[in-house]
T-cell receptor, first 114, second 117 residues
Framework: KAGVTQTPRYLIKTRGQQVTLSCSPI?????VSWYQQTPGQGLQFLFE???????NKGNFPGRFSGRQFSNSRSEMNVSTLELGDSALYLC?????????????FGPGTRLTVL | DQQVKQNSPSLSVQEGRISILNCDYT??????FLWYKKYPAEGPTFLIS?????DKNEDGRFTVFLNKSAKHLSLHIVPSQPGDSAVYFC????????????????FGKGTKLSVIP
């Protein structure tokens, strides 16, 4: 079974631009979560989607948004990019939306904002 | 406010010996805990998990211990192998059905394990 895939793997943008990252979950998985990883803050939760509905959102500004499609694929969007948005963005999928559902991560998208 | 803490940023262990990675949490509503391993340029890989109703879970060379009263968990790797060299993340999750806010995972900042041949 194929794992979680994320595209693109690397991205370079300039301040003020916007960016869209894509995530395809493991086949059959219906829940997708997004995380931001930076050296100083570790992995920080962005949001989680299940059945096309945002179930939970982390403490990030409104410039960060996401959505999930009927095939469970998900996208996240960052508008008006800032230098501090440079990070590894990780997507994780799980079978369902529950306490013991294990999240499996993709390889991440490395975003650099210049 | 860091709810999940991994106080050792790095750990070096000789090949064949035991590696012990520690994790402390502050939120008593957490009831499910996971360990992930991460190599550079890759996403975290799930290793092992434990529910708060247990105090130990084993999977091959990996054992996780949970001490709820101390709000502490540890990952033991025996024997350690050079391929275990990676960053290890501890993660915790609450259960909204028991009063926690959500199912989201809260991660520690990681411990870099180096296994020396």
């Amino acid at each position: 079974k194929a794992g979680v895939t994320q595209t693109p793997r690397y991205l370079i943008k300039t301040r003020g631009q916007q960016v869209t990252l894509s995530c395809s979950p493991i086949s059959g998985h219906r829940s997708v979560s997004w995380y931001q990883q930076t050296p100083g803050q570790g992995l920080q939760f962005l949001f989680e989607y299940f059945s096309e509905t945002q179930r939970n959102k982390g403490n990030f500004p409104g410039r960060f948004s996401g959505r999930q499609f009927s095939n469970s694929r998900s996208e996240m969007n960052v508008s008006t990019l800032e230098l501090g948005d440079s990070a590894l963005y990780l997507c994780a999928s799980s079978l369902g939306f529950g306490a013991t559902d294990t999240q499996y991560f993709g390889p991440g998208t490395r975003l650099t904002v210049l | 406010d860091q709810q999940v803490k991994q106080n050792s940023p790095s750990l070096s262990v000789q090949e064949g010996r035991i590696s012990i990675l520690n994790c402390d949490y502050t939120n008593s509503m957490f009831d499910y805990f996971l360990w992930y391993k991460k190599y550079p340029a890759e996403g975290p890989t799930f290793l092992i998990s434990i529910s708060s109703i247990k105090d130990k879970n084993e999977d091959g060379r990996f054992t996780v211990f949970l001490n709820k009263s101390a709000k502490h968990l540890s990952l033991h790797i025996v024997p350690s192998q050079p391929g275990d060299s990676a960053v290890y993340f501890c993660a915790a999750r609450g259960n909204p059905r028991s009063g926690a806010g959500s199912y989201q995972l809260t991660f520690g900042k990681g411990t870099k394990l180096s296994v020396i041949p």
